[in-house]
């Protein structure tokens, strides 16, 4: 289906107020049209030369004042409910992508930048919304009036009539040739908006590192050459659209007048019958409400043409298969985890798990140990369905995974990850992340079990801190205990611990290794960890080696084999001693 039908389908949604305003509309055409047909009788009847009536010329002043004043109510109406409609058509749109990105797999936005995405929910959105708002209104508008006017014409005088259509197909041609140029300046434009968008975000997000690597010189060059590139496609639409605005019509205005005064003064010396003062009055007149929605029309082809390419960009993301998200309550599940001979590839063929096995039951606490890029935060993904295997199964109490919806599945687990992302609220809010089950009751005795207490005693507004974007005000530590209280306040089975404790001191450390033993009673935990002193209690350590599980055993089995992982702990063991020791 094209973009400009599914965008008349959404439209369709809100039918009610948008015919309303069209109704309102036409009547407001028909009383602002019918003032020619009126000044023409009074003209032709009440006015000869010489002699003037002046109590029809008084009638006639009210006559135009009354209609005036109907034209100006119905288009008051006609502007409130075209713009409610509008207004309420993009307001779906918005809910609907928005809505549709919290379904989609994690990795479309693995292969998207986050500036885009924003783009494609506000700039994109509000282009469409000015198609409905601008363009779709402007264009009724003209329309109707058009149509208006032709039926004036063709019952003052139908040959003249038939010579005005000349100009519609006129006007087609040019909107098809303009069209056909314009797409395509207007796709790359939306593009290069996106892409300053996504470096603007980028820039935001990473601005610690482009100030302490002296990069701001870089970053405002890469952004002014995209920026010079925006502007290159700008100049071309302007140029195409300077010339299909004002100077096209008024050509053609002045082409129908020529021939309107040719065709009245070869008719009035051939018959020798001249034409009313009335009928010459309102010829003029509707030639004149002619041109003005002509003109109207192609000025909105610009805007009609970047509302139509936005809104293809639009209805890209919503044509991205996604997955409904389910708000069912599932059964809370042991958290008996089964890997079984599991092959994953983010890239087809190129594989960073391959062949994994291991089983982790109810109450286990299980470490993933090795060097980066061993295929650790892979398996927690495929725990978490954020991504599913090529090959093999994985078993929660003997269930697949796979034929369970992914929300389902989630329900059940807690993550903390190594940059825990905080969102702007409170610290109340981000324990809770507004979950109505999660009291305030619940979400401190979350953040004591976790030892949080000791590292936010500080704040002044407790739980109730205001926390901005990120949580960039507060500690690494005190982020980190957050999203662990936070993991903790959702009761999971399964919890994940990824580099949990990789960006934090070591007394913040010890905090949360005291808590640990609290924590793992009743579910199974899962530990992602560099540090391998915060392993030694877990019951079985799988050590990870380019997506094979190499070795795996109790801390001291492991150190007692003299492998890969009594390597990594002497390595860890003589670097903290040289550190201790200076």
């Known amino acids: 289906m094209s973009t400009s039908k599914r965008l008349a389908k959404y439209a369709l949604y809100f039918k009610r107020p948008i015919f309303l305003g069209l109704f309102f509309l036409t009547g407001a055409v028909i009383a602002e049209l019918s003032g020619p047909f009126i000044a023409k009788h009074f003209i032709d009847n009440h006015m000869t030369i010489g002699n003037i009536e002046v109590k029809p010329i008084a009638w006639l002043l009210c006559i135009y004042l009354i209609l005036a004043m109907v034209t100006a109510v119905l288009r008051y109406f006609m502007f409130l409910y075209l713009q409610m409609g509008a207004n309420r058509v993009v307001q779906k749109l918005r809910q609907d992508v928005f809505g549709h990105i919290q379904t989609l797999p994690i990795q479309y936005f693995d292969n998207l930048p986050g500036g885009k995405v924003v783009a494609r929910v506000t700039n994109d959105t509000e282009a469409v919304r000015n198609l409905y708002v601008q363009v779709l209104s402007n264009m009724a508008i003209s329309l ?20 005005a259509l000349v100009m519609l197909p006129i006007v087609y041609l040019w909107m098809i040739l303009y069209r056909k140029y314009a797409a395509e300046y207007n796709g790359v434009i939306r593009t290069k908006i996106a892409d300053l968008n996504a470096m603007i975000n980028e820039s935001i997000q990473g601005m610690g590192i482009i100030q302490a690597f002296r990069r701001e010189k870089q970053m405002t060059e890469e952004f002014d050459k ?10 071309k639409l302007l140029f195409l659209d300077s010339a299909t605005s004002f100077n096209l019509v008024n050509t053609i205005r002045l082409i ?8 009245f003064g070869t008719r009035s010396i051939s018959t020798g019958t001249f034409v009313t003062a009335g009928t010459l009055y309102a010829f003029v007149d509707y030639l004149t409400k002619l041109f003005n929605p002509i003109t109207t029309i192609v000025n909105q082809f610009s805007q009609l043409e970047r509302s139509l390419v936005a809104g293809s960009r639009v209805f890209e993301v919503l044509d991205i298969t996604g997955e409904k998200v389910l708000q069912g309550i599932m059964p809370r599940y042991e958290g008996h985890v089964v890997f079984k001979d599991v092959s994953f590839a983010y890239k087809e063929n190129d594989y960073v798990l391959k062949n994994i096995s291991f089983e982790a039951k109810r109450g286990e606490t299980v470490a993933l140990v090795g060097h980066t890029g061993s295929g650790k935060s892979s398996i927690m993904n495929l725990l978490f369905r954020f991504y599913d295997p090529q ?10 995974i796979t034929s369970v919806p992914r929300q389902a599945i989630r329900q059940h687990m807690g993550i903390v990850l190594q940059d825990p992302y905080l969102f702007t609220g409170t610290v109340f809010s981000n324990v809770s992340l507004n979950e109505p089950g999660i009291t305030r009751e619940k979400a401190e005795k979350a953040l004591k079990a976790v030892g949080a207490e000791q590292v936010l005693g500080d704040l002044e507004k407790g739980i109730d801190e205001p926390v901005v974007e990120k949580g960039s005000t507060l500690s690494s530590g005190q982020r980190q205990l957050i999203s662990f209280a936070r993991a903790l306040a959702f009761d999971p089975a399964i919890l994940i611990l990824d580099e949990a404790t990789s960006n934090i001191d070591t007394e913040t450390e010890e905090i949360i290794q005291n808590a640990m033993d609290v924590l793992k ?38 150190l007692e084999l ?21």
């Open 391 to 400: 090959k093999g199964k994985i078993y929660i109490d003997g269930v697949d």
């Open 144 to 163: 109707i009036s058009i149509v208006g006017v032709y039926i004036a014409l063709f019952i003052l005088n139908w040959k003249m009539a038939v010579i």
């Open 562 to 582: 003299g492998g890969i992982y009594d390597q990594m702990y002497q390595m860890q063991a003589k670097s903290l001693n040289r550190k201790l020791s200076v």
């Open 226 to 235: 995209m920026n010079e590139e925006h502007y290159d496609f700008q100049r």
């Open 256 to 263: 129908m007048f020529a021939i309107f005064i040719l065709y």
């Open 521 to 558: 009673k009743g579910r199974t935990t899962f530990i992602i960890a560099h540090r391998l002193s915060t392993v030694k209690k877990a019951d079985r350590i799988l050590v990870l080696d380019r997506g094979i599980i190499k070795e795996q055993g109790t801390h001291d089995e492991l």
